[in-house]
């Protein structure tokens, strides 16, 4: 149902960003994290710290912490043709570049990798699906001129489209032209070549700060369209309204896993086949990047980070 104001007006778009700042602003001070299904406790993360800690010094003292580092600087471009039955022609061949969980001040070196592997591979247009920050809650400014020498490369034939995760902050969107992209905060844009249209629709994040206004993002028009969402959990109503593509990230790939890729923390619970790759969830292909940096610990192990480019093709019959 569409919302409206005291003079029974839809709302208009800035009305929907403060309402949406105002409450955001009040839940990312709360001691919860706002989900779908429920509150739940952010007691988890200080049992996670400690995990952490732990771990640290455990790659300290097994001397395995140097291999680690230089791992998570190594990222690996992924390059993957997707097919689909109703894409508009003019976007055969479109290339979308998926950049994901920077974390960019975790560990500031990144930053030049980044830089490094973005500039070796041709897209046509960015998409960015948050965790611009490695804390989630305090100052925020240290990122944005890191953050904007990336978005500088990323300026195609459509500039970058970006949402947020839950380490950021409401206050970010107000950078948008310090950061050279446009943040979708529950919304859907149109992109057109030649009078062909395809639909990306951006959420707040929903593993920390659901609202009932992130399910209203999806319409059921026809069309192309593409879902960018911080975590796997709206997969479920992004599919059951016709979206064609998902793109996320948030956990990392596990970040630490076991020799095969085996995850040990994921951070997410809509099943191990959401937490790296590709998934299919009825006539939707999903996919959660491994991101391209870190939060709780500079290390990586048997999980790659990542920069992925899409390349859409039309399925022949
Ligand atoms: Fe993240």
Known sequence: ??????????????DKRLIWATTRSILET?????????????SNWNYFKRIINFLLWGTKIVGLYKRGYANVQNI????????????PTNFEGFRILHLTDLHIDAMPELVHS????????????????????????????????PIAQISELLQKEFSPLAILGNHDTYLMIDYEEEL??????NESVQ????????T????????????????????DKPGFKIALVHSSELADVASENGYNLYLCGHTHGGQVCLPGG????????????????????????????????????????????????????????
């Open 191 to 198: 992109i057109e070549r030649d009078g062909q249209v395809i």
């Open 180 to 185: 050279k992209m446009r943040f979708l905060i």
């Open 114 to 145: 980044i830089l490094h592997v973005v500039d070796q591979v041709e897209f046509d247009m960015a998409v960015l699906t948050g965790d611009y920050r490695q804390d989630n809650s305090g100052d925020f400014t240290q990122i944005i001129n």
């Open 262 to 317: 085996k995850a040990l923390i994921s951070h997410q619970q809509e099943g191990k086949g959401y937490i790296s790759g590709f998934w299919k969830l009825g006539e939707m292909t999903g996919y959660t990047s491994n991101g391209c940096g870190v939060s709780g610990v500079p290390l990586r192990f048997n999980c790659p980070g990542e920069i992925t480019v899409f390349t859409l093709k039309k399925k022949r019959p």
């Open 76 to 87: 690996e471009i992924k390059k993957h043709d997707l097919y689909f039955d109703n894409l």
């Open 200 to 219: 990306f629709a951006g959420t707040d994040d929903a593993f920390s700060y659901y609202t009932d206004a992130t399910l209203q993002t999806f319409d």
């Open 30 to 42: 709360d001691q919860f994290k706002h989900k779908r299904h429920g509150k739940k406790s952010k």
């Open 1 to 14: 149902m569409q919302e409206r104001n005291i003079h029974n007006k839809p709302l208009s778009k800035k």
